[in-house]
């Protein structure tokens, strides 16, 4: 792959059995994890006003936990390809998992990957991180075609839910953009509501802008996507980072197909809605195209450019033509591979098997059973097709050892040496700092 460093942060639902409350189960989950410095050690410091100091920490394997918005977060280390980024994301789970089997409550609570509360409406994210060249072409033309991969990757990438929130009237219309839906491909798309904004809880936006690098920012960006859904499929995740980082390795050589939309926000609501081909899209110069052949345009060029590069680029560039062939008709084909059409497959099954009509209660019910990060409760994992490239070994290691080709090593190795004494610290992703002594910058994200 080219160089780009990448890291993923979920935010987990949490379901828990009464009389138990999940402000008081979070804490004990995260305090295990940092007990005694058994996988990481805790902030002594307040990062913000909504993060005071013992609220998270960095872990050994170079990511982090805290509480945010009420949910428990977990953030990936720095990873410098697409397996590192699946292997760790993957690590969060068993974390998470270690630590509630070892507080004895796995009958009381569990996390899931997902990004909708089906009681409140309420959404919770899953936030993608890349890094990208202060020096890279970011401009219009290439920015208006990420923005179009960005909005149409959702047909291989979304993680499907049950149902719609109340649909949304923009500011300014008299009339709601879209009906209420039975299924949806995307979680996240009714809850975006700009193609481009800074914020990150307050009108969502499938590119945010805000310029944050946490690195050197003479030399480096972070580009920060907040559209994309929490994956329960390692394929799907392993496709969503590898296509993305693939992509923008196009934008780096100034390759991307010039491919624009009419309206990104509107295309990403109405594919969401459209459960089979064709997927018809408006383009800027008023014309319609088929979705899955943009998607082709995309992937052969990045074949063109990139084939042969390295295992996991070529394994990529396969699986991501075998996902868009699967879009053009045979959609069955994709079970195990992608989120939204195992989910539907499997929802399905669920209605003629109780004789239920879609839109039924229990239909919810078992859009959470997918998402559970136990494999022996998960829906999704037991169908998950894990012959690939995306089911990378060193799982179980991956909870406490860091990447060996990034910064998350260094930190780590800092962290180390802080352990087990008694003194103050202060750490974060670009910096570790112990009073008396230099302040160490971590301002290049690949320096191990």
Known sequence: MGQRITGLETEYGCLVQPPVQIQDVLPRVRDWLFENDRYGLIDLHDRDWDEPAGNGGFLFNGGRVYI???????????????????????????????????????????????????????????????????KAPLHERNVLALLAFLTLRVLFTGAGRVGSIRPVRFRGEVVQREDAALFQISQRADYIQNDFFEWVQHNRAIINTRDEPLADPRQYRRLHLIHGDSNVLPATIFLKIGTTRIVLDMLDEDELPQIVLQDAVTTLRLLSRTLSPPWCVALADGKLA???????????????????????????????????????????????????????????????????????????????????????????????????????????????????????????????????????????????????????????????
């Open 290 to 448: 088929n979705a899955v052949d943009l998607l082709w345009i995309f992937q052969q060029k990045a074949k063109q450019l990139f084939k042969g590069r390295d295992a996991e680029t070529d394994a990529l560039l396969k699986l991501w033509a075998q996902a868009i062939e699967g879009l053009s008709g045979d959609l069955s084909s994709l079970i195990g591979l992608v989120d939204w059409v195992t989910k539907e497959h499997l929802l399905r099954e669920f209605c003629k098997t109780e004789g239920l009509e879609w839109g039924h209660p229990w239909l919810e019910s078992q859009d959470l059973e997918f998402h559970h990060i136990d494999p022996d409760r998960s829906l999704g994992l037991a169908l998950a097709n894990t012959a690939g490239f995306w089911n990378p070994p060193g799982l179980l290691d991956s909870k406490l050892k860091p990447p060996t080709n990034s910064r998350a090593h260094a930190r780590s190795r800092l962290m180390r040496e802080i352990q087990g004494k008694e003194t103050s610290y202060s750490l974060d992703w670009e910096a570790v700092e112990v009073p008396n002594q230099k302040r160490t910058r971590l301002l290049n994200p690949f320096q191990p």
């Open 68 to 134: 945010d918005m009420g949910h428990l977060e977990y953030c990936t280390p720095e990873c410098a390809s697409t397996m590192d980024v699946v292997r760790y994301d993957r690590a969060g789970d068993l974390l998470l998992q270690e630590a509630v089997r070892a507080l004895k409550l796995d009958r009381a609570i569990s996390f899931i990957r997902n990004n909708v509360d089906h009681y409140t409406g309420a959404t919770f994210g899953c936030h993608e991180n890349y890094s990208l060249d202060r």
